[in-house]
């Protein structure tokens, strides 16, 4: 093997070790619940370790009512959990791929396996108990 072969391979690895990097730097930025549609799902859930998707309607007032405490936990928690937020009338699809039945509902994937679900609109403490348990 020549040294300019093993210069190209050494650039090849660097490259993909930065970009792992930066990958998880942005990650780590993540304060604010994410976006979360059908089509982005799976790319979403596979992408981040532990993900607490919060299903929610424009017109659930309970929903309303835990928006601000996934908000402050987004950034309570950021660098160790992603929050997203999925409109259920908007995609039916992830709603009804998980058996969302009632809103608000969030449910906590590891590794982009579902590992637990909360329904209905709980308290900072209960939701952060369940978190840390998840953890």
Do not use: Q
Not at 34 to 47: A, G, K, P, Q, R
């Amino acid at each position: 093997m020549g040294d300019d072969e093993l210069e190209r391979i050494r650039a090849r690895k660097l490259e993909a070790f930065m970009k792992s990097i930066e990958r998880r730097g942005a990650e780590l930025m993540i304060s604010e619940p994410m976006l979360v549609t059908d089509m982005s799902f799976d790319s979403i859930v596979n992408e981040h370790p532990f993900l607490v998707l919060d299903c929610w309607a424009t017109w659930c007032g309970p929903c309303r009512m835990i928006a601000p405490i996934v908000d402050d936990l987004a950034k309570t928690y950021k660098g160790r959990i992603v929050f997203g937020k999925l409109n259920v009338d908007e995609n039916p699809k992830t709603a009804i791929r998980f058996n969302v039945m009632s809103i608000p509902t969030l449910l906590l994937f590891k590794e982009g396996k579902l590992v637990d679900r909360i329904v209905g609109a709980e308290s900072r403490s209960g939701i952060e108990a369940i978190l840390r348990k998840c953890l």
